[in-house]
């Protein structure tokens, strides 16, 4: 495999929060099949493969993460080795919650539990997303400059 170029933390940010752009429209497209599958309108396997398809997806993209954003974090300021730690803590119970919840809308039976269980994984995906974005995924922390702009608050 040829020496990849190293990328500007600002690229990873923009690339970052695209991935999430992507993630979001899926889980909208997941929470609305759900919806549809209590309307008789969406069969549960299709539901059950596109959650099973989001959790790839999702391991895909913490692993981008953890390969291009952690190192930038880290070398961000005097915090970014309890960043560090703080978002490995954080992509172990994203984890967690994604084998815990796609098992459950795998083995569920009723289009009711189904639906619950989507609903539940959507909505700790998307306050996951949020919360990364103001913690870690922004102009302040993921710069291509050393020095940041607001030195003195002013």
């Not at 990873?12 to 979001?24: A, C, D, G, P, T």
């Not at 703080?86 to 119970?93: A, G």
Request: charged share 40%; proline share 5%; net charge negative.
């Amino acid at each position: 495999m040829p020496d990849e170029e190293p990328m500007l933390p600002s690229e990873i940010r923009e690339k970052v929060l695209s991935q999430h752009r992507e993630i979001e429209a899926m889980l909208e497209e997941l929470r609305l099949g759900a919806s549809e599958l209590l309307q008789g309108l969406e069969t549960a396997d299709r539901v059950k493969r596109a959650a099973t398809a989001l959790r790839g997806i999702l391991e895909l993209h913490m692993a981008f993460e953890e390969r291009y954003m952690a190192p930038a974090i880290r070398e961000a300021d005097g915090f970014g080795p309890e960043r560090i730690r703080h978002l490995q803590d954080e992509h172990e119970e994203q984890r967690a919650d994604l084998d815990r919840l796609v098992d459950a809308i795998r083995d569920a039976a009723k289009p009711q539990d189904i639906a619950a269980a989507v609903h539940k994984l959507v909505d700790i995906l998307k306050k996951d997303i949020d919360e990364e974005e103001r913690d870690y995924v922004n102009e302040d922390l993921l710069r291509d400059t050393l020095v940041p702009s607001d030195t003195f608050g002013g």
